[in-house]
């Protein structure tokens, strides 16, 4: 929505700063925002930060005061200073009078506050004091006059924006729903105890995989050890030392075969008579 008309009525930089005020205002410049907040509550601009003039009004209030603090200047003659400020930003900003009019306003004001003595603090500045005053005056809002004259006095045109924004509340469970520390301390305890067990079962399913695979690796390195061993056999000798190195392997795989044999025999007598053995003595125990 635009808006030509001047955005709000200009409020007058008239305040008196005591000596409390301007304390904590300097104290206040560590932190800027805090600062310019503070000064603004004090000249009754409250809405600099989107106001332009009201912006420009706190700006140049800061300015003064921050010139004073460089020039080491006491609460006093900061406060004189300020008056004197307020009077040159009302004639040339507000009043709008002519340049002639505004410098001989300034004159007016700082011959008032000369002295040839003026102390460590006071209402009143020395000669070189007001020199340093009056170039600042000339170098700040004599020279953009016409710029303030302006802002301070045409239509300003304003944007106004607006948004429709749609706020979900959080759902809070009731209080019934709630778990007592020692149901949660429950909870994750059990859960504590379920990760554990699975990552032991997991463990253990890997360390089973792992002993399969090498059983696997053994018997197929059997096999293949085998086959070799047979077809070691089977070849037909070259030479009369690899004929009687056959020989010998021959008669050895025979041998074991026939021990094999007589093990096996050795082996089902021996448990024929175990189980004999077993029979009399389960018959005699029931006697």
């Known amino acids: 929505m635009e808006d030509t008309s001047i955005a709000a009525e200009i409020i007058p930089l008239n305040h008196k700063f005591s000596v ?29 930060r989107f106001d332009a003039r009201q912006a420009i009004q706190l700006d140049y209030t800061s300015h003064w005061l921050e010139f004073a603090m460089q020039q080491g200047y006491g609460p006093q003659r900061t406060s004189s200073l300020l008056r004197i400020a307020f009077l040159i930003f009302d004639v040339i900003a507000i ?42 005056f000339a170098q700040g809002i004599f020279r953009h006059a016409s710029l303030y004259r302006f802002v301070f006095s045409e239509p300003q045109g304003h944007k106004q924006l607006s948004a429709q924004l749609l706020v979900e509340t959080p759902v809070i469970p009731s209080f019934e729903e709630a778990l007592s520390q020692q149901q949660w301390d429950d909870y994750h305890e059990a859960a504590r105890v379920k990760a554990a067990e699975q990552k032991r079962a997991e463990e253990e399913a890997e360390r089973q995989r792992l002993e399969e695979a090498e059983k696997e690796a053994k018997r197929l390195a ?66």
């Open 20 to 48: 409390a005020e301007l304390t904590e205002y300097f104290h206040l410049l560590q932190k800027p925002d805090d600062a310019s907040a503070f000064l603004a509550k004090k000249l009754g601009l409250n809405s600099y």
């Open 95 to 136: 009043r709008r009078l002519s340049l002639g009019e505004s410098e001989a306003a300034l004159r007016g004001a700082l011959i008032r506050v000369t002295s040839a003595s003026p102390g460590a603090d006071g209402p009143t500045f020395s000669p070189e004091q007001i020199a340093n005053v009056a170039a600042t």
């Open 222 to 287: 059997a096999e293949e050890a085998e086959r070799l061993r047979q077809e070691e056999l089977a070849r037909k000798p070259a030479t009369l030392e690899e004929a009687v190195s056959q020989l010998v392997a021959l008669r050895l795989e025979n041998e074991k075969q026939i021990l094999t044999e007589e093990l096996k025999k050795k082996g089902d007598t021996l448990a024929s008579k175990v189980e004999a053995m077993e029979a009399v003595i389960k018959s005699t125990g029931k006697k």
